[in-house]
């Protein structure tokens, strides 16, 4: 079982993100889970200093871009650089596949960032196409699962 509180991190231009990460969070709170869902214009470094459990939710705009509301978050991680060993996190990247070349760029971004600098890679990445089908929330809800399973130890990840 998760003890600690899960922070949902939102890179949003439409609010697609913004409903699968308020999904999510009712399904945390369904497992006894406290989760906190902030949009990324509200995010800073210093929740890393409490905080050690994160998703981050986040779609893409342009070819690849960070939607505007993560870029000063994103500009904050790069430029200074904070340690984030200790924390583990996943990634739920919302995309479309017409744009192969920066399919998820907004999401795989903040994967990498975080991975860079030191957090942990709970589970592999979420990709969804919104072009293939299906339901955005769907595939996290089911992604959520296995996330759940090995923040708790209940499974080795493969990430």
């Known amino acids: 079982m998760i003890e600690e509180p ?7 231009v439409g609010g697609t993100a913004t409903y699968v990460a308020d999904e999510m969070a009712d399904k945390l709170r369904a497992k006894g889970i406290k989760p906190f869902v902030v949009q990324m214009e509200k995010a800073a470094l210093k929740m890393f200093e409490t905080r050690k459990l994160f998703i981050i939710c986040a779609s893409t705009q342009g070819t690849g871009d960070l939607p505007d509301n993560a870029q000063p978050f ?58 293939a089908g299906g339901y955005p929330e769907e ?5 959520l699962d296995g996330w759940l399973d090995a923040a708790a130890g209940n499974r080795v990840s493969n990430a």
């Open 74 to 131: 994103f500009d904050a991680l790069q430029g200074e650089r904070p340690d984030l060993t200790g924390v583990r996190f996943g990634t739920v990247a919302l995309g479309d596949m017409t744009y192969s070349a920066s399919f998820c760029g907004g999401g795989r971004q903040f994967d990498e960032i975080f991975a860079e600098l030191g957090a942990t890679r709970i589970v592999e990445r979420l990709e969804h196409d919104r072009v």
């Open 139 to 143: 595939a996290a809800l089911e992604w």
């Open 6 to 12: 899960v922070l949902i991190l939102v890179a949003t």
